[in-house]
């Protein structure tokens, strides 16, 4: 029995030693990719599909990513140019919105939070957009009341209409 708990004590001890000894050599591995390599290949490959064939998934796609890099012209460039029928989807509706309000066009942005809605309402929308939308809509609505045309030059408005419209929009079921 003794032996036994010596050789695990041991065991334990080894593996601590190798941990400490390994551990800092050993990076971290990261969730999302960097966005530094993201720039240049994935842009490119994005652009390059939606270049090709304009389909939800690549406008959104696009449009996503201009948003992440903080190029929020681009992305309406994008979902302007998209054909008819995917303008008329609720996730080109919420990207525009979100573009708009980058863009420091807090109504237009609204008018294209509310399409959304509209769109979730009749049933359009997986939960995870219905839910989006309505925070959207409501922080939208709160800027719109409290008059800034643009959340970048008002900032502290903006942080004030953003604490106003978590109070309206609490739990959203989901389907």
Do not use: I
């Not at 990076?27 to 842009?43: D, Q, Y």
């Amino acid at each position: 029995m003794r032996f036994g708990l010596f050789v695990a004590n041991g065991l334990v001890l080894a593996g601590v030693a190798w941990a400490v000894g390994l551990g800092p050599s050993v990076k971290a591995s990261r969730l999302l990719p960097s966005p530094a390599a993201a720039v240049s290949g994935e842009l490119a490959e994005l652009e390059a599909r939606y270049a090709e064939r304009r389909t939800p998934e690549t406008v959104t796609a696009l449009a996503a990513a201009y948003l992440e890099r903080d190029q929020p012209g681009l992305a309406s460039s994008a979902l302007d140019a998209a054909p008819r029928e995917v303008r008329a989807l609720p996730e080109h509706s919420h990207l525009a919105a979100r573009a708009l309000l980058r863009r420091g066009r807090v109504r237009d942005a609204l008018a294209a939070a509310e399409q959304a809605s509209a769109a979730c309402a009749a049933g359009a929308c997986p939960a995870w957009l219905e839910a989006k939308s309505a925070r959207q809509r409501a922080f939208l609505e709160q800027l719109v009341a409290a008059g800034v045309e643009d959340p970048r030059a008002d900032p502290e408005a903006a942080r004030a209409a953003y604490e106003r419209s978590t109070s309206e929009v609490r739990v959203v079921a989901m389907r």
